[in-house]
């Protein structure tokens, strides 16, 4: 199956946020829950191996989008790997908040999630991805993940990581006994990197910073998260002059 979904926002005469654009196509289907909020409501099971998806979101300059889904999305095997590529821009000025629900990796799929986000100036992003290697008491698929974020035509952050692959997931190095692996790109940025229980904070060389984090399951995951996201998000005293 090959499906895309599309969503875009404009800015009106007196500077409110309006979703110009919606389009969707089974499994991905796209309702508007807010003034400024967008859903991902899945309407068919999947990806299943070998289906292509695509979802386009196109953020206007000085505008909002709040972008999540309704559920986990159950990444199945089938013929060949399957594919979900989000290509984001995020023009001057704008905000974009992505916040999906977990991605669930079953026992036997091959799957590759690209994200490719472009920033212009003064963007300000928040973007959360969460895995979870299998369902209760299974081996989780393959997964392969990147995420390619640009700024003002520069590079921004290149990171890519793989799950289930026997020689990675034991190692203690990469992700021991954890069952659930997390990140989320703020292009705000911390004073200095900070790591905790299973979390760490790292500041970009550009506008940003990632949080990444490990856990046994998805509560904990989003926990330590959102500490990360916290810490992150706050003000960097300043010295006294």
């Known amino acids: 199956m090959r ?4 969503v875009a926002t404009a800015l009106t005469g007196d500077g409110r946020t309006i979703i110009r654009r919606l389009a969707s196509a089974p499994p991905l289907t796209l309702r508007q829950t807010g003034p400024r909020t967008v859903h991902l409501i899945s309407t068919a099971a999947g990806p299943l ?10 953020v206007a300059p000085h505008t909002t989008l709040e972008l999540g889904s309704v559920a986990g999305t159950l990444v199945l095997p089938g013929d060949g790997a399957s ?8 023009g001057a000025g704008a905000t974009l908040r992505f916040a999906p629900e977990p991605t669930v990796l079953a026992a036997g799929c091959d799957h590759r999630l690209l994200v490719r986000l472009t920033l212009e100036a003064d963007a300000d992003v928040f973007w959360r991805e969460e895995i979870v290697f299998g369902r209760h008491g299974e081996s ?7 995420l390619d974020a640009t700024c003002d035509g520069l590079p921004l952050l290149r990171q890519e990581f793989t799950v289930g692959d026997p020689a990675l997931d034991a190692s203690p190095a990469v992700y021991g006994t954890a069952r659930c692996v ?3 790109f703020l292009t705000a940025r911390t004073g200095k990197p900070t790591v905790s229980d299973g979390v760490a904070v790292l500041p970009l060389a550009g506008p940003g910073t990632l949080v990444s984090a490990l856990a046994a399951d998805a509560v904990e995951l989003r926990s330590r998260l959102e500490w990360g996201e916290r810490t992150a ?5 300043t010295s006294p002059s």
């Open 182 to 184: 997390g990140t989320t």
């Open 83 to 90: 594919e979900m590529l989000v290509t984001a821009r995020v």
């Open 140 to 146: 989780p698929g393959r997964c392969h993940a990147r």
């Open 3 to 6: 499906a895309s979904a599309a």
């Open 49 to 58: 191996g070998g289906d292509r998806l695509a979802l386009d979101v196109d």
């Open 233 to 237: 998000l706050t003000p960097v005293p």
